[in-house]
């Protein structure tokens, strides 16, 4: 209101300014032009006919509108419209003055004048009665006063209404926030439709609860999954450590070991994934997917050639034009040979795998094809949960967190995995932003 306020005061004292102090401006103006004009006679014909000229315009004026006064050095006066000098005008003073005249009605008439000084003990005075610029000026001044009322009190008006808005609107996020900190994690700030900055807050906020959503289903998931998936394993092993100490068996010690083993590597997967989705971009820089790819293929290369399958990485980077993105290359690393163990695990002896990277305008791809079994379409969904496994997957070792992991890579880079069919097998696509 106050910044409103000032701005609306400097615009009415630019107005007042621009009329009054034209009016004014344009009187000073006419003075001057007139005592040029008569400075002009004085060269010309002396002091008579400057007191000539100075008896005719002021014979010549009508109503006393302009103001005329010669007088010789004494200041007594020798032409003009007024029969003595005011004493608010000083005969040495080259400058604007201002004085009243008392006219015939009575009235005094706001004078301003200037003196000048044409030659010798001369004293040239020259005037126009204001009266009238004065008047206009206090109509602008009202006018501008009321409009500056009118101004704080629409300011004021608007404040309080602006205010009420901004109140309301707050409090639908503040109730949103009671109800979620009161334990419902489905409820969502409300968007008003106008796309201004408050609805833009309501979808980062409900997208934030999305996450938070998301992720404290991820703890339930994970509470629950260990407490199913992980009971049989743990009972098969203290079943074995009950077995150790009635009878040693070294075959029991090796399949105890890992047995534990296999859990630590699952506490692990889980902990990886968690440390993903925490978020952290620090260590994120440009990658050269292309040399990820072939490092990936040299890696798998003996293992898949021992499983009976062929594996092709791709073609080796250009060195001129890589493919490249923004990430993590441990992470990226991970998540690559996550997929290709999947691919070789399933692929049948004498199958097929292939590992590449397509390069978009926008975005790029890490693909890995095989001719297993592949995914049925209702359950490539499901197939990304923690420790979800097909059923035909269950007598494989595994604990069903690598495709989990690989889609919090994707998501910690702004992409996602896609799950296709190969036909046969699967095509797993790891989308991700330049």
């Not at 292939?354 to 001719?371: F, G, I, Q, W, Y």
Request: hydrophobic share 40%.
């Amino acid at each position: 209101m106050v910044l409103f306020a000032g701005s609306m005061a400097m615009l009415l004292g630019f107005l007042h300014y621009s009329t009054a102090g034209y009016l004014q401006r344009q009187a000073d103006a006419e003075i001057s032009a007139e005592a040029a004009d008569l400075a002009t006679h004085y060269r010309q014909g002396g002091i008579g006919a400057l007191a000539r000229e100075v008896s005719n315009k002021a014979a010549a004026n009508v109503g006393r509108r302009s103001i005329y006064l010669l007088a010789d050095g004494d200041q007594n006066p020798m032409a003009g419209n007024i029969n003595r000098w005011p004493e608010d005008a000083v005969p040495d003073d080259d400058s604007w003055i201002e004085f009243n005249l008392t006219g015939p009605p009575g009235d005094p008439d706001p004078i301003r004048a200037r003196v000048y000084r044409p030659g010798g003990q001369l004293f040239l005075l020259i005037g126009r009665n204001v009266a009238d610029e004065r008047s206009f000026t206090q109509l602008i001044v009202t006018a501008l006063g009321w409009g500056l009322l009118l101004t704080l009190a629409l300011a004021v008006a608007g404040g309080l209404a602006t205010a009420r808005l901004i109140a309301r609107r707050l409090e639908r996020i503040n109730s949103t926030a009671r109800e979620v900190m009161a334990g419902d994690l489905r409820q969502r700030v409300p968007r008003r439709g106008a796309n201004d900055q408050f609805d833009h807050l309501a979808d980062n906020l409900n997208n934030m609860l999305d996450r938070i959503e998301y992720l404290m289903a991820g703890v339930r998931q994970v509470s629950d999954n260990i407490a199913h998936d992980l009971r049989t394993p743990l009972t098969r092993l203290r079943w074995r450590l009950e077995k150790l100490r009635e009878e040693p068996n070294p075959e029991l010690l090796e399949q105890s070991i890992q047995e534990a083993d296999a859990l630590l590597q699952t506490f692990h997967a889980l902990l990886r994934i968690a440390e993903i989705e925490s978020g952290s971009r620090h260590r994120f820089q440009c990658v050269d997917l292309s040399a990820l790819v072939q490092d990936v293929g040299e890696l798998y290369e003996p293992v898949a050639a021992e499983a009976g399958i062929e594996l092709h990485a791709g073609s080796p980077p250009a060195p001129d034009s890589p493919v490249q993105a923004t990430g993590d290359r441990d992470m990226l690393f991970q998540a690559l040979t996550n997929l290709v163990d999947n691919a070789v695990k399933y692929a049948p002896h004498g199958g097929e795998v292939k590992l590449d990277v397509v390069d978009h305008p926008s975005h790029v791809e890490l693909r890995v094809a095989d001719t297993g079994p592949g995914i049925p379409a209702d359950k490539r969904g499901e197939v990304l949960k923690r420790f979800y496994r097909l059923e035909e997957s269950r007598g494989s070792p595994g604990s069903g967190l690598g495709l989990s992991l690989v889609a919090a890579v994707a998501q910690l880079h702004g992409g996602q995995l896609h799950l296709d069919d190969n036909d046969p097998g699967l095509l797993a696509r790891l989308i991700l932003a330049k």
